[in-house]
């Protein structure tokens, strides 16, 4: 299959570790890269590759690969985290062209 | 400042065109490759096209290729994208996008998007 899926919607109490999940056969072969993008606004990255973080991105945003899942684990997850995150990596049905998954509606309580 | 400005959106007819434009500032245009990304009402986000740091190689979704042209002007430090042939499916958020130059694919760059609406 070259879809990506994730969760639709999560919860997390504030302080606490949430860990959203991308799952798809291309990430055998490719690193995901993560967004987070909130009401109005364009998304913004905040993890890619091995585990990498965009300057200014707060380290409690980390990122993992094992098989065909992607994580992204938010430590201590704060307020300003609520927001739908995606996924991307590139299709390997031949033509390598982006993809991305269908979202995470992350809920702070 | 390092950022993307997109403009040109609008509300166009089924059928119709319009030409989107992606001013970049703050880095070095040239050695990057750009996207399009849009994303409809409530949906989630597609990768529509890219363009590499020359003009060549392009590359299109399926959902849009034979309707939509991407180009840039390395001069003008610009990115476009013309849209024809319009379809009510195509109402979306558009957002331009720089590609991470590193071993890792990434967009580390994004505009604050324009908006197409195509309605009768």
């Known amino acids: 299959s070259s879809e990506l899926t994730q969760d639709p919607a999560l919860s997390v109490a504030l302080g606490q570790t949430v860990r959203i999940t991308c799952q798809g056969d291309?990430?055998?072969?490719?690193?995901a890269s993560w967004y987070q993008q909130k009401p109005g606004q364009a998304p913004v990255l905040v993890n890619y590759?091995?585990?990498s973080r965009p300057s200014g991105i707060p380290d409690r945003f980390s990122g993992s690969n094992s098989g065909i899942t992607a994580s992204l684990t938010i430590t201590g997850a704060q307020a300003e985290d609520e927001a739908d995150y995606y996924c991307s990596s590139r299709d390997n049905s031949g033509n390598h062209f982006p993809k991305f998954g269908g979202g995470t509606k992350l809920t702070v309580l | 400042q390092v950022q993307l400005v997109e403009s040109g959106g609008g509300v166009v007819t089924p059928g119709g065109s319009l030409r989107l434009s992606c001013a970049a500032s703050?880095?070095?245009?040239?050695?990057?490759?750009m996207n399009w990304i849009r994303q409809a009402p409530g949906k989630g986000l597609e990768w529509i096209s890219y363009i590499s740091d020359s003009g060549s190689p392009i590359q299109y979704a399926a959902s849009v290729k034979g309707r939509f042209t991407i180009s840039r002007d390395n001069a003008d430090n610009s990115l476009y994208l013309q849209l024809n042939s319009l379809r009510a499916e195509d109402t979306a958020i558009y957002y331009c996008?720089?590609?991470?130059?590193?071993?890792?694919?990434?967009?580390?760059?994004w505009g604050q998007g324009t908006t197409v609406t195509v309605s009768s």
């Open positions: 590759g091995k585990n």
């Open positions: 703050g880095f070095t245009f040239s050695d990057y490759y």
């Open positions: 291309s990430l055998r072969y490719y690193y």
């Open positions: 996008a720089r590609d991470h130059s590193g071993s890792y694919p990434a967009f580390d760059l």
